[in-house]
């Protein structure tokens, strides 16, 4: 391969004019690197960015300024059909009016490729996203599932050196799109080929993902493998973003090269040895995130100087664990307790009122700048 | 009674059928099947009906004459199928040439701001305002000798000093079509614009994304998939091409004959009531074929109930 990277955007900006007539930054001044046979997500609610810059990976839209390299070379104004990646597409865009064979075949003949050439590619491919035999079916004879596999295998059976996949699972329930999530995964490992993948689903890129960029409002919150932006999101935002957190408000006393202890008022305590995010002083007005599975409840007060006492508030009981909201002092908080032991009593969850400590591990906390 | 039919599903359907049902049966059926007896009648000497199966009217039609040449009792006049084959001509170029307008047409107003796209099929629809005849006479205006557009070039002539004799438009076979393409182009443009409406933008990235440069994603892409629109804007043109007989009463005079002026003048001038109902049912037959082929090549055209 020409280059190290499969995709590179750098310092791209994609200006819109809205209905109002106002420019609005869709995408913000994003660089991005996406190796060689990575599967990178971009994560983001809706209207952070991440389809634009799909898009225009793909080509079907222009950056306003910066520049979008594939293998290295600048597109410019390269047209989608002269770009060495393929896209699957939410909505999946089949053609109704050709069969599945004549879909997988459509990209193909595209290439020129010879009669014989396109029967063995095409076959190859159904049987690579197990659709072998339905060949001759209409894609509104399909089943959701089975159109989202014609949809990929559109796009792979061009052999592209970059897969595009807009929300390729959207539409799914949920059970198969945890499926197609392993599946997508495994097929990316056997391939070796690059996937560009967007989602608004944090479970599902933190599934799939080698790397994960963090997008909103235009611009990339953090990049980083599913544990780095799960363990060190390296702001309020992404901590928030990705899986739950608990935030206090507090004030750096001291701070060393990676730990700092924070004087936190609604726990009326000062917190020693806490992990901490670049680029904070000491002094300095930060928020402390807490994980609610990284919270231990206890019942008995173990006289630990980590330990605070809480009033539960309310519990929810959701299968697999059981939420349990507490009061801390003047704060709230929430606790995950996983369920692991089968019980019925309702006396032996926790019950509104009752008094418990929490532990509250230093090593399990993260302080961030406040926003 | 009233529960009894709300859970007699097939009750309810005959009940809603019943007054269409009794409409095409008083008005359709009915007439049909007299003008079938009548077309196998003679014409008295005085003008009236004399019911008899014979097919003389039909053998006439396909140019069996008894006005002959001295000396013979018979021959072959191709008057009637002259006017058969120039009104199947005429419609398959009306046809062409209205889909050939159409099409772009609608496929601009599909392709064009939503915000806008209600603005131009409404222009669209402005001409069918007006009255269907007084259309066409305004085409007479416009191409007669003394017309607007003989005016309008002879004053440009004029102004360069360049002889100018005035164009004779009007009665010939071209001021027909013109006419017909003229008032029946919506009825193409809205089939088509509503298949092409349908097709949703990602299909058209898909195609290039797949490696399909402009031309092919229309032919392989676009086309296809406006076709139902295609088919049922043709079925809606073709048809009443084949029976109209104003615009070529209008616009044709004595020169452009079709099969509708055929009809109207057995019926109200030559007071032969069998042989015009020959001659209808004759086209009717021509237009079915035709029809028939074309669909089963092409298929229904769904649009044309969305249209």
């Not at chain 1, 971009?42 to 300024?65: D, H, Q, V």
């Not at chain 1, 040895?273 to 680029?279: A, L």
């Not at chain 2, 269907?132 to 416009?142: E, G, H, K, P, S």
């Amino acid at each position: 391969m020409a280059s190290e990277f499969a995709v590179e955007m750098r310092d791209i900006v994609k200006r819109f004019i809205t209905p109002e007539g106002n420019e609005m930054a869709a995408v913000d001044n994003v660089t991005m690197q996406i190796k060689n046979g990575e599967f990178f997500s971009m994560l983001g609610s809706s209207g952070c960015g991440k389809t634009t810059s799909l898009r225009m990976i793909a080509g079907f839209e222009w950056p306003t300024e910066g520049e979008v390299y594939i293998e290295g070379v600048a597109m410019g104004h390269t047209p989608p059909f002269q770009r060495k990646v393929n896209t699957v597409f939410q909505s999946y865009a089949l053609f109704q009016h050709l069969t599945v064979y004549q879909n997988l075949a459509f990209g193909l003949e595209m290439e020129g490729a010879k009669d014989d050439e396109i029967k063995k590619r095409v076959g190859h491919a159904l049987d690579m996203v197990q659709l072998t035999g339905m060949d001759r079916r209409k894609p509104k004879q399909l089943s959701g599932g089975q159109q989202q596999r014609v949809a990929l295998a559109r796009a792979l059976v061009k052999t592209p050196d970059v897969l595009l996949l807009d929300e390729p699972l959207g539409a799914l329930d949920l059970k198969l799109r945890k499926e197609m999530q392993l599946e997508l995964k495994a097929l990316q490992q056997q391939l070796g080929i690059t996937f560009i993948y967007v989602t608004h689903d944090q479970e599902e890129a933190l599934t799939m993902s080698d790397r994960i960029a963090v997008m909103s409002k235009g611009k990339v919150q953090q990049m980083g493998t599913p544990v780095e932006v799960y363990e060190r999101p390296s702001n309020k935002f992404v901590a928030d973003f990705i899986g739950e957190s608990n935030f206090f408000e507090g004030k750096i006393k001291s701070l060393s090269k990676d730990e700092a202890s924070v004087f936190i008022p609604s726990l009326n305590a000062e917190v020693v040895g806490m992990p901490v995010s670049e680029g904070l002083v000491k002094g300095e007005e930060v928020v402390v995130s807490i994980r609610p599975e990284k919270i231990r409840i206890t019942e008995k007060d173990l006289k630990n100087t980590n330990l605070f006492h809480a009033r539960v508030t309310n519990t929810v009981y959701i299968g697999a664990d059981t939420h349990v909201y507490l009061d801390v002092n003047h704060a709230k908080l929430k606790v995950l307790e996983q369920n692991r032991i089968s019980r019925l009593d309702p006396k032996s969850f926790y019950v509104v009122g009752q008094d418990v400590w929490l532990m509250l591990m230093p090593e399990n906390t993260l302080v961030l700048k406040k926003d | 009674m009233l529960k009894r039919l709300r859970e007699n599903k097939a009750a309810q359907g005959t009940l809603l059928a019943l007054p269409t049902t009794f409409w095409l049966f008083f008005l359709l059926i009915i007439p049909l099947f007299l003008t079938l007896v009548i077309s196998f009648g003679q014409r008295s000497p005085d003008g009236n009906v004399i019911y008899t199966f014979s097919l003389n009217n039909y053998i006439r039609l396909f140019g069996y004459s008894t006005d002959c040449p001295a000396g013979q009792t018979s021959c072959f006049d191709p008057l009637y199928v002259q006017i058969l084959w120039r009104s199947l001509t005429l419609a398959f170029n009306t046809t062409v040439l209205v889909i050939s307008m159409a099409y772009p047409l609608a496929y601009f107003i599909a392709r064009a701001h939503p915000k806008k796209r209600n603005l131009f099929l409404f222009m669209v629809l402005i001409p069918l305002w007006t009255n269907f005849v007084i259309r066409v006479y305004a085409w007479m205006m416009l191409l007669r000798k003394e017309g607007a557009i003989n005016i309008i070039i002879g004053a440009v002539a004029n102004m360069l000093h360049i002889p100018f004799t005035p164009f004779e438009m009007l009665y010939t076979p071209g001021a027909v079509l013109v006419g017909m393409v003229y008032e029946f182009l919506p009825f193409m443009i809205l089939p088509i614009y509503t298949s092409l409406e349908k097709i949703d933008n990602s299909l058209y990235e898909a195609a290039a994304d797949l490696g399909a440069n402009a031309v092919k994603t229309f032919l392989r892409v676009t086309l296809p998939l406006s076709m139902p629109g295609v088919v049922a804007g043709t079925i809606l043109v073709f048809i009443p091409v084949m029976g109209t007989f104003i615009v070529s009463d209008i616009l044709g005079g004595r020169q452009v004959i079709l099969v509708g002026n055929l009809i109207q003048r057995q019926f109200l001038d030559a007071r032969d009531p069998t042989f015009g109902s020959a001659a209808s049912l004759i086209l009717m037959v021509m237009t079915l074929v035709v029809t028939y082929f074309y669909t089963r090549k092409f298929g229904f055209g769904e649009e044309i109930v969305a249209a």
